[in-house]
């Protein structure tokens, strides 16, 4: 009997047991809150999302800007002669400048804003006087267009003769002040010798006569030319030489419409006065704005 009462405890237990078991909540467990962890905390100002940021645009990113480049309009004038009125000739091509709201640049404005050539194609101008000796007085009708074009707020790229070791007072002053006010000083070598020929009788003495006006020029004036403006316009066919040089722009006449601005340097064409002021001015836009 005692043996079949304890059968039957056992029995009640275990379904007692059996049923708790059975009354279980089976949902699953909440998750369990880091309180370590930092809670957000709402800002007054909110922060900016990647749709905020503002696009790149070209001058913001210059390796979107084209390798090739066109040549800003360039002008090439010398000194007045019986046979031409370069004075007049410049005081009529002004005017045509501002009509067009042209910017005038000088080549180092180019180099110290390398975007300029594509970001203002087609409305940049350059205008280089050459011929300009460091050692005497810079020619009367010269200093006449210099007058004129610092009239205009018009800067301009000088090309200068470094030959002889005397420098002229009265010209170093003047090419220290148009320094000062944006004009660059470009080198028209030392002994003015057409580099063309140079180059077939004596072609390592190249980077030499370059190199030596450089220094003069960097030497009288405080600031090393970074242009070369070749006697007669005459480019070399054998560019050794000029590497071996710092210059940055090479200014020829024929051809340079365009330029490579991953070239070790550049090469650049200029136009010389053809007919009036207006028929230049438009064969310039026919070669420099195709």
Known sequence: MNKKKSIFLISI???ICSCTLTGQSTSEPESIVNT???????????LPSATDAPSATPQDTPTALPVLRQVPMTLMINQPKSSFDSVAFLEEFITLIEEEDLQVVTYRDLSDEPALTATHAGKLMVITIDNIFLQIPINKGVMQMIDL???AGYPAVLGIITEGDRVDPETLATLVELQ????????NTDTYRNLLEVQQSAPKTIALEIDTSLDKLM???GIR???LILPYGEMIDKDEQIKRTDVEWVVGIYGGESYDTSAAYYYVGRQSPAGTAQQTFE???Q???P
């Open 287 to 289: 070669r420099f704005t």
């Open 149 to 151: 074009l610092k009239q």
């Open 180 to 187: 000062d006010l944006g004009w660059e000083i470009a080198s």
């Open 225 to 227: 030319p970074i242009t």
């Open 36 to 46: 370590d962890t930092p809670v957000p905390v709402a800002s007054s100002t909110p």
């Open 219 to 221: 030497t009288a004036c």
């Open 13 to 15: 237990i275990a379904l």
């Open 283 to 285: 064969l310039m836009k």
